[in-house]
T-cell receptor
């Protein structure tokens, strides 16, 4: 079984600053995906960024980037030039690849990110 | 492209009553998931469907929870009878295939009195 740990229950930064959210995971699998999801108060989970474990290059999506350290089983999210709209719960998630597809997501407990004006 | 539709958005029932949630995935998405998100926690997978077949229901409390996906499109999740610990948000997600990113609905918030 996989586990995902997010050790920061809450973080607060000023608008325009850079913030990094931490995530570690435990698995014996070699083929998997890692994700960061954002959940605003509206409850809908929104995909922020995705990383495939076999790719050494870190994924980036505009202001969002990850630092994927496979040997250390670490997967942090960096948000640059933070904006008020980034305020939300952020969840790190793991998905194991199987034969022809993949399993469901295993989520961490989340980090509540607050962007202060 | 229409997103994942879920209803109702909110539901309040008393313990030992029954409740059902409905999910309509994105058109053409073969894989459908139900997650339970208890307050202050990340979502937990309850069941995964591939078309109308169950792929994984290992975390579904089968003594009280059931789910079906008729004709490989819409899905319903039922709880009978409900317990206090079932108070949570129930999220439905879908993806074209199981190894592609999942798209989530807005969820149903269930409160058990």
């Amino acid at each position: 079984a996989q586990t995902v740990t997010q050790s920061q229950p809450e973080m607060s930064v000023q608008e325009a600053e850079t913030v990094t959210l931490s995530c570690t995971y435990d698995t014996s699998e070699n083929n998997y995906y890692l994700f960061w999801y954002k959940q605003p108060p509206s409850r809908q989970m929104i995909l922020v960024i995705r990383q495939e474990a076999y790719k050494q290059q870190n994924a980036t999506e505009n202001r969002f980037s990850v630092n994927f350290q496979k040997a250390a089983k670490s997967f942090s999210l960096k948000i640059s030039d933070s904006q008020l709209g980034d305020t939300a719960m952020y969840f790190c998630a793991f998905m194991k690849r199987t034969g022809g597809g993949a399993d469901g997501l295993t989520f961490g407990k989340g980090t509540h990110l607050i962007i202060q004006p | 492209e229409a997103g994942v539709a879920q209803s109702p958005r909110y539901k309040i029932i008393e313990k030992r009553q029954s409740v059902a949630f409905w999910c309509n995935p994105i058109s053409g998405h073969a894989t459908l998931y139900w997650y339970q998100q208890i307050l202050g926690q990340g979502p937990k997978l309850l069941i995964q469907f591939q078309n109308n077949g169950v792929v994984d229901d290992s975390q579904l409390p089968k003594d009280r929870f059931s789910a079906e996906r008729l004709k490989g499109v819409d899905s319903t999740l039922k709880i009978q009878p409900a317990k206090l610990e079932d108070s949570a948000v129930y999220l439905c997600a879908s993806s074209p295939t199981s190894n592609q990113p999942q798209h989530f609905g807005d969820g149903t918030r269930l409160s058990i009195l």
